[in-house]
């Protein structure tokens, strides 16, 4: 099933297409039906654990098409159709994620964090009309600025979980009753046509026009099911995650997979660290998968994660940025936790350090790609030309589930993709070839973003609010170092003449009104007569980062 919004998706070519079908890799089938012939196999078993529900996957499938079945009573929820999300870790988050998928419509998957101007943005660029949200997160917030977004006209009809609806909106208990009855087998999932979009990602963050990942059925179903059999997924699996699930990562390393292992998700509510200890005693977890760098040091630092029973967990994913040898090598011996690391993108590419390598490879590498059918190349920065091994150069990569373009990007996409279909991912990587296999480090980005535990921030959108500031004449966002998230960012700014200074507060002030999500801010100021320019006469962020960071030093010894 098409619509006229997929003259913005750049395809796989037909070759490849029945390579990947050949191979087994590549089913014919949508993602939802592969999802639905999963869940109705393992009908009995458990499924889906919150703290409001714990629910066989005969449970959650029908919930889900309840909810499918009377998503069609909403304006602008049709098959085809994009439909926003904003919601939590929370059981209605699933059950709206896979009711869209029955129905036919394309999840839009944003963080709860994201601003009334990212979901706009993202609204536009996908045509979707219609938002997902959860009232009661973070005190209501959610519920507002989804008031505010069906007043500025950016979605025409929202659906609200957990909370009375509003003029516009639609209870999600309501599209629930709208569904009863529904046999599951009418629902538009099986006319879907596989070859078309079944899920909106994101790439890290937005810009002024969002990079949106278009994840296509049977790539997006193959990249959840390779990273559960490289995993070891089975029935007898139990899933922690604790991070924010509507999003590529919560989707395809946790939801799905779980899903088509027939394993049951424990979803956290948060990365509280007693919340996760208490439920690692409860229900034994022995999987953890993209523990950010920061949620590691975190369990390190906490008496009562030190004083717990960890011993269930076999496999302690930890990605989103480098972890330090030295903390991996205090997990395992301080709290009996041995590190996994791996690296992945909402444009498909997963890295895993393999089950059983050795404490060098776990701890200096992200590993290798997880199905047979993922090429990397490792590029001459700016160019095309391949370098040697242990040398660091640009990390490529082309396969069965990696995205041949971002969604209506025709002018991204012809720098971003090599020729032959190689995404150029903007992060520096080495490639080792040791006894044990050949597997790759990430050594640093290309790219002008800050990493900031586990969610990037796109330099470029925030500097571009900053100088609509009144005081501001002009601005530059560079990433600082952290100890606990690797890097946060710090603005330098120039002010206007005679202008009253911009603090941390003020500036946090100006940005959140336009709508950028709170993660996003700068969380240090500095004020400079003129930004410094290299050679070619753009501002010269190496050597800010540079003067941000001897700053930094100077303070930590001034307190020691």
Known sequence: MGSPADSGLVPFDPASRARFRREGWWTGRSLPAELVLAAEAGAGRPALVTPEVSWSYRDLLDEASRFGAGLARVPGVAAGEAVMFQMGNVAQTVVGYLGCLLAGARPVCTLPQHG????GLLA??????CLIVQSDFRGGRLAAQARQLLSDGAVKSAVVARGEPFPGATSFDDVLHAGEGAERATLPFNTVDPDQVAVFQLSGGTTGLPKIAPRLHEEYAYNS??????????????????????????????????????AQLVLAPSADIDEMVT???????????????????RLLDSPRARKADLSSITDFVVGGQKLP?????????????RVRQMFGMAEGMFLVTPAGASQDVCHHTVGAPISPGDEIRILEPGGDGEIADGDVGELAARGPYTI????????????????????????????????????????????DVINRGV?????????????????????????????VLGEKGCAFLVLEAGAEPVTVTSLGRHLLAAGLAKYKLPERVEIVPELPLTNVGKVSKKLLREDVERKLAAEAEEET
Request: hydrophobic letters at 45%.
């Open 225 to 262: 099911r390779a990273w559960a059999e490289v995993m070891g997924y089975g029935p007898e699996s139990v899933i922690l995650y604790p991070l924010p699930v509507m999003h590529n990562a919560g989707i395809s390393l946790a939801v799905q997979p779980a899903i088509f292992a027939g």
């Open 404 to 447: 041949r373009g971002y969604y209506r990007a025709a002018a991204h996409n012809s720098t971003a993709f090599t020729a032959d279909g190689f995404y150029r991912t903007g992060d520096l990587a080495r490639r080792h070839r040791t006894p044990e296999g050949v597997f790759y480090s990430i050594e640093g980005r290309i790219k």
């Open 116 to 119: 009334s101007r990212e979901i």
């Open 325 to 337: 040898a030295e903390i991996a090598g205090r997990l395992r011996d301080e709290l009996g936790i």
């Open 279 to 297: 439920l690692i005693e409860r229900y034994r977890p022995d999987v953890l998968p993209l523990v950010p760098p920061a949620v590691a040091i």
């Open 124 to 129: 536009a660029h996908t045509g979707a009309s």
């Open 455 to 483: 969610e990037k921030i796109h330099a470029e959108e925030v500097e571009e609010l900053i100088i609509q500031h009144p005081s501001v004449a002009a601005a530059a966002l560079v990433a600082m170092p952290d100890p």
